[in-house]
């Protein structure tokens, strides 16, 4: 076994969990929608708090391919086990907070995404920060990372989350995500 691989089990586990509380947080909602339109109590899912789902699979994609590539540099001591259990336990908390663990309570998912939208952006940039710090840390990576493109793809994110944190409206925050989950696409495109 690797070094990479013996951290990535770790890593994938805790990411996987992550995309695992996405899909049954939306499977929940769905149920409930469903029960709803059968006759059951009045529960609206609404678009922001998918669109949310989504954008956090997309950026939880994007660290699960970072690990990739930085497998030749991942080492195994108490110092990069514990980072890399930090760093993804922060994930999926943040993909915790997506969904209600009882949707329930709520007539309509709008209600739930302006409770928990700061706080999983926060956590959302404070790990792009994070990347940002390592990858500076490596010598050899750090004139790539350095480039306009790099830089200006970042701020973008970063931007377009911060935005998201601030704003309250629906429609203004339906459209950031749009641009948000867009520019994952582009770049997984390029």
Do not use: C
């Amino acid at each position: 076994m690797t070094n990479f691989e013996f951290v990535f089990i770790l890593y994938a586990l805790l990411l996987g969990l992550s995309l695992i509380e996405l899909l049954a947080g939306l499977g929940h909602a769905l149920e409930l929608k469903f029960a709803s339109d059968a006759g059951g109590t009045t529960f609206t899912i609404g678009w922001l708090t998918p669109a949310l789902a989504i954008f956090v699979m997309l950026d939880l994609l994007s660290f699960w391919i970072f690990a990739w590539r930085l497998q030749d540099r991942i080492t195994v001591d108490a110092l990069s086990l514990l980072a890399v259990m930090a760093f993804a336990s922060s994930y999926y908390l943040a993909a915790r907070l997506v969904f209600p663990s009882e949707p329930d309570r709520f007539t309509d998912l709008d209600t739930h995404y302006a409770r928990v939208k700061r706080v999983v952006m926060v956590i959302l940039i404070a790990l792009v920060l994070v990347q940002w710090a390592y990858l500076l840390s490596l010598p050899d990576l750090r004139d790539s990372l350095l480039s306009p493109l790099s830089i200006g793809l970042t701020v973008l994110l970063v931007g377009l989350m911060a935005a998201v944190a601030v704003v309250s409206s629906v429609k203004a925050n339906l459209v950031l995500l749009a641009l948000l989950i867009a520019r994952y696409l582009v770049v997984y495109a390029i």
